[in-house]
């Protein structure tokens, strides 16, 4: 019937979104009271210098190559570990897997 008037029915049963969120800026009732919320994580890669990365640990290595010290062998370990953590943190596998947030109202 409002079809046939020319008027969207969309516009006549929808909630004005922005004045729903300014009613609740204003009262002590909690989004998700009010929206169907559905939430998850991601994790996205950020840029990375490998130049600067590798550079800066490839001095730290040389420095420690050349000394005496007893704990130089316990910190060239520690950076090889170090370095396989890097690695694996920003690595990218294309099948990893994506999600988003997700709201309905």
């Known amino acids: 019937m409002l079809e046939d008037a020319g008027i969207d029915r969309e516009r006549v049963v929808s909630v004005d979104r922005n004045k729903v969120d300014e009613a609740l800026d204003v009262v002590s009732v909690s989004e998700s009271a009010v ?3 559905d939430e998850s994580e991601y994790v996205r890669k950020a840029e990375v210098d490998e130049e600067r990365k590798e550079t800066r640990l490839q001095g730290l290595k040389d420095r420690l ?8 062998d316990v910190l060239r370990q520690e950076i090889e570990r170090l370095e396989q953590e890097i690695e694996e943190l920003t690595e990218f596998s294309p099948g990893s897997a994506f999600e988003t947030q997700t709201e309905s109202g």
């Open 65 to 72: 190559a050349v000394s005496d010290d007893p704990e130089a």
């Open 35 to 37: 929206y169907d919320t």
